[in-house]
């Protein structure tokens, strides 16, 4: 059974750096550490790199499945620095930005913002976009990590829709904080989400519409992982999430609102994991060819049946 903590983990595509960014992490942040790296051969890729990997706590996995698709600041992550838990909150938050800086670019210049004392929003030399912040010790305590969707182009103003569905599908569930834009925002629009964050399976969440004129948008580079327990609970996240059935294959799906999910049974980790070469390449094999993952195909290509 996967714990809750990790039922939804955050996935990342690299080219061929997914290792080597992991590593990287380990270095920049505390309590950070890779946790398994191993190679799946044979894919339409080739050699695929897949690498667990821990930031601040939080567990993430990555792939290095080819130049696909490219990371960007629709989907970042918020570093929560917290002074009521570290009185050197705001040192460590310079340390760790001058490390993302190196080769980085800053979308948002480090300093202080109306809404906090000391922020920024920095993308790394591998592409993953960070939002560093001393956060308020008044406020809601959250995690040290918090995956952050940015609703921008045709998404704009679909925030707080696309929070109510997925607070919808998932049973474990609730909404936080909630700050719409006020008149005179332009080019946002008064009442679209600001800023709003809430919780899925354990997994805080952000989410923020913007109508400035970005270059970006969501894509299949920054995806969510879903451990499930049972064909069910496939076929359940499966029929509730996917939207775009030209996007479905190996697990992954898109929803209606770009976001892409990679619905696992929670095994296969355990047959990638413990498998002997040959098994794994049975699995492999067979998980290739589905869209949706087929728990009693993928048990019987892991026997050899």
């Known amino acids: 059974m996967a714990s809750i903590r ?93 490390k993302l800086a190196e080769g980085g670019t800053a979308l948002m210049p480090l300093g202080k913002y109306p809404f906090s004392e000391r922020y920024g929003w920095i993308q790394d030399k591998y592409g993953v976009s960070w939002q560093l912040i001393l956060t308020n010790p008044a406020g809601e305590e959250r995690p040290a990590i918090i995956p952050s969707l940015l609703f921008v182009g045709d ?17 474990d ?28 399976e354990n997994l805080w969440f952000t989410v923020m519409d913007s109508a400035h004129n970005h270059q970006f948008s969501f894509n299949e580079a920054v995806s969510f992982m879903v451990s499930c327990d049972s064909q069910e609970e496939i076929d359940y996240y499966w029929d ?14 898109k929803d209606a609102f770009g976001i892409s999910w990679k619905i696992i049974p929670a095994e296969m980790n355990e047959m990638m994991k413990k498998g002997t070469p040959e098994q794994l390449a049975r699995v492999t ?15 019987k290509a892991y026997k050899g049946e």
């Open 173 to 200: 569930s609730r909404q936080g904080l909630l700050t719409r834009y006020p008149a005179g925002s332009a080019p946002d629009q008064e009442g679209t989400i600001m800023f709003a964050d809430f919780m899925l």
């Open 6 to 98: 990790q039922r939804i983990v955050p996935h990342l595509w690299y080219d061929k750096e997914a290792a080597e960014a992991a590593r990287f992490y380990a270095t920049v942040f505390p309590e950070s550490k890779v946790t398994s790296v191993n190679t799946i051969h044979d894919t339409p890729s080739g050699d695929a790199g897949q690498v667990s990997f821990e930031v601040w706590g939080q567990p993430f996995m990555a792939i290095s499945g080819g130049p696909y698709f490219k990371l960007n600041p629709a989907v970042s992550f918020f570093v929560n620095f917290d002074p009521s838990r570290d009185q050197d909150a705001a040192e460590r938050l310079d340390e760790v930005w001058d």
């Open 285 to 299: 094999k067979a998980f290739l060819q589905m869209k949706k993952f087929e728990l009693e195909e993928l048990r």
């Open 155 to 171: 998404q704009c103003g679909k925030a707080e829709e696309a929070m109510s569905f997925y607070l919808s599908v998932f049973k």
């Open 240 to 253: 509730k999430l996917s939207a775009v059935p030209e996007a479905e294959q190996c697990g992954w799906l």
